[in-house]
């Protein structure tokens, strides 16, 4: 469904950030992105959503080249982006921002669901506006809700764990494994958890740029926490040697 | 209900202020039975009607009326719109409040600025309110200016604030669409316990300016005063917003000064917190700055253009 022929990109000082990324998502497949930091996993991701351009390559979505839309023509056409440090917004309320996400009013019932489906009260945050005065991680479950309600093809997640607390990702993972379930439509996650990892269908490792691994769960999971992590700088490994 | 106690005359309105009306105060015609309101028409009377607790009564010394809100009325409202329907009116008028003790009363006060021709259309609304111990007012006051004529939409209004023990008042003041000139000026004096809550919304376009200005002198012992002013300036248009809280006694005071810039807007925000007393703690927060960008690339990832994002992130933020 979605395919990353060969994209790059470079930042203005001339950095390759990404070099010649191929992968593709299947139709309703929940998939994860990790790898270590800095390695490009979340410029994928934004590449994907149309936030950024790449420097080249090619991004085929059900089959048509999308590389040259923007952010809201991918939208329209099915895809759906989450995010990692989400956007706060003097005035708007979480009720008004779910229903620009949905494309129409929602009356409370559907509010409360949607809502719900994050383990929020309606009640409590509707009419909240989406400012500073919403925790890390209740506005990270509130930006999960505008993109589970544009009920897209293919829905990507930036590091959905990032600064929220233990009791809200419990419940991420609830939701995640929940629509995983469902089956309906494709998720592309961008994680370091290994409870996202483990109920992946398939993970992709993106490091220094390139994609070193993509498989099966069963294949690419056993990989990923064997190998010594340790800085070949370590003090400590320099005075084992010695 | 308040029974209808006097009813002094009624015009017909012209159409241009009917359509003003509705704008700045809801008023979709005649107000009913029993509801006080002073609809001013390019300097005259278009309607009058007071209520059993709200009398509105003309001044015999100068051009506006004065609004005697009995003593423990409550859950009242009472409108007073005035409306420049044509160029070439300058408009004045002495409005004053006197909101008895343990009352409560919204009251709603638009003004509606049309220029039809080459010369200004102009009202300058000068508001007096006296509140009495305990009462609670809501004042509600929308501005606009409309009209093809390329005479100048004027609206200077000047706001006076006398707080009594005890009392609330919440004003909420919008000026989004068409006015060309204003010098908006805003003081308030509060007593113990008094407690006042600001929230002021401006937009400019084009070659419009604005200016605003706050005076709060919080005098008595645990007075307190919220203010929030949020404007936008787009075009050419230029705002200078000035917010002044002086705290005389133990007291709390907030300000806080919002502003988007668009095209080649211009906005001056200039702060001032006075502490009088050991007891004063003041606050002031400003912020002025383009839309950012995160903000247009969500909405983006949501299926809005870059437009329609624009307009949305402007209408919350002045909502």
Not at chain 2, 132 to 137: F, I, L, P, S, T
Not at chain 2, 283 to 299: F, M, P, S, Y
């Amino acid at each position: 469904m979605l395919e990353l022929k060969n994209v790059s990109w470079t930042a203005e000082d001339g950095t390759d950030i990404l070099e010649n990324v191929s992968f593709v998502v299947p139709e309703n497949r929940f998939v994860v992105i990790t790898g270590p930091n800095g390695g490009g996993k979340t410029t994928t991701a934004k590449i994907i959503a149309g936030l950024m351009p790449p420097t080249s390559g090619q991004i085929l979505f059900n089959g048509t080249d999308i590389t040259q839309l923007d952010a809201t023509e991918r939208a329209k056409a099915g895809i759906g982006y989450a995010f990692q440090q989400p956007v706060r917004f003097k005035g708007i309320t979480v009720r008004e921002l779910i229903e620009m996400a949905a494309g129409e009013q929602m009356d409370d019932g559907k509010i409360c669901h949607a809502l719900t489906e994050v383990g929020l009260c309606a009640n409590d945050y509707a009419d909240r506006e989406v400012n500073a005065s919403l925790s890390g991680g209740e506005i990270k479950r509130i930006e999960i809700v505008t993109v589970l309600a544009r009920h897209t093809e293919l829905s990507v997640f930036d590091e959905p764990e990032a600064g929220i607390d233990l009791w809200s990702f419990t419940n991420l993972i609830e939701i995640f494994t929940r629509h995983r379930e469902e089956r309906k439509g494709s998720m592309l996650i961008v994680s370091h958890q290994e409870r996202l990892l483990n109920i992946a269908d398939e993970i992709i490792v993106i490091a220094n740029g390139k994609v070193t691994k993509q498989g099966s769960r069963d294949e690419i999971l056993p990989t990923l926490f064997t190998e010594d992590k340790a800085c070949n700088a370590c003090p400590r490994r320099e005075r084992e040697a010695l | 209900m308040p029974a209808l106690e006097e009813k002094e005359r009624h015009y017909n309105m012209n159409d241009i202020t009917k359509a003003l009306l509705k704008e700045v105060s809801g008023m979709d015609g005649e107000p009913g039975e029993g509801v006080a309101y002073n609809i001013r028409e390019d300097s005259t009377c278009a309607g009058r009607q007071s209520s059993r607790d709200i009398k509105i009564t003309p001044k015999k010394d100068k051009p506006g009326i004065d609004i005697t809100i009995d003593p423990g009325t409550r859950s009242e409202s009472v409108y007073i719109p005035a409306c420049v329907t044509k160029s070439a009116v300058s408009d004045v008028a002495y409005n004053d409040f006197f909101v008895g003790d343990n009352a409560d009363v919204t009251i709603v006060a638009g003004c509606g600025v049309n220029a039809d021709g080459h010369e200004d259309a102009q009202h300058n609304g000068i508001h007096r309110f006296f509140i009495g111990k305990n009462a609670r007012v809501v004042y509600l006051e929308k501005h606009i200016g409309i009209g093809k004529g390329d005479g100048k939409r004027i609206i200077n209004p000047e706001t006076y604030v006398e707080m009594d023990e005890n009392s609330y008042m919440e004003m909420n003041t919008t000026q989004i669409r068409g006015v060309d000139s204003t010098r908006r000026n805003t003081e308030a004096k509060l007593a113990a316990n008094a407690k006042l809550i600001i929230r002021e919304r401006l937009m400019t376009d084009g070659m419009q300016e604005a200016e605003t200005r706050f005076k709060v002198e919080m005098n008595g012992e645990d007075s307190s005063v919220d203010l929030v002013s949020r404007s936008v300036a787009r075009g050419e248009s230029v705002q200078t917003l000035y917010s002044n809280i002086e705290g005389n006694a133990k007291c709390s005071g907030h300000s806080e000064c919002d502003a988007i810039i668009m095209d080649r807007g211009k906005v001056n925000a200039i702060p001032g917190l006075l502490a009088n007393n050991l007891d004063a703690a003041l606050i002031h927060e400003a912020a002025i700055g383009k839309i950012a960008g995160e903000q247009i690339l969500k909405l983006k990832t949501l299926g809005l253009t870059e437009k329609e994002a624009e307009e949305k992130i402007v209408n919350g933020f002045l909502k």
